[in-house]
Nanobody
């Protein structure tokens, strides 16, 4: 059974940092693209960052570019989102997502349980 277990959220003051972790099991982790999403009340779900399965291609939303860093360790089956210079508008529920397409074109789409990040003084 596929599991993505997140940790590392919490409350932080503006300007602070947090590191989110996503521990995977039950899948061939290295074949999946990892996406970090977030959703705040009243807002649409936003793709924050992703990283390709080889771990060398990364993309960031403009709102977090130069502040957040996505990474992965395929041997450990872990993915991370380092969040620096956090701002109140970063407050959201953050989700780790693992995504792949099978040779037959079937999309596999797995989600972590979500973790709250609150940036407030």
């Amino acid at each position: 059974q596929v599991r993505l277990v997140q940790s590392g959220g919490g409350l932080v003051q503006p300007g602070g940092s947090l590191r989110l972790s996503c521990a995977a099991s039950g899948l061939t982790f290295g074949t999946h693209t990892i996406n970090w999403y977030r959703q705040a009340p009243g807002k649409e779900r936003e793709l924050v960052a992703n990283i390709t399965s080889p771990g060398r291609g990364t993309n960031y939303a403009n709102s977090v570019k130069d502040r957040f860093i996505i990474s992965r360790d395929n041997r450990k089956m872990m993915a991370y989102l380092q969040m620096n210079s956090l701002q109140p508008e970063d407050t959201a529920l953050y989700f780790c997502n693992a995504w792949r397409v099978s040779p037959g074109g079937v999309v596999y789409d797995f989600w972590g349980q979500g973790t709250q990040v609150t940036v407030s003084s």
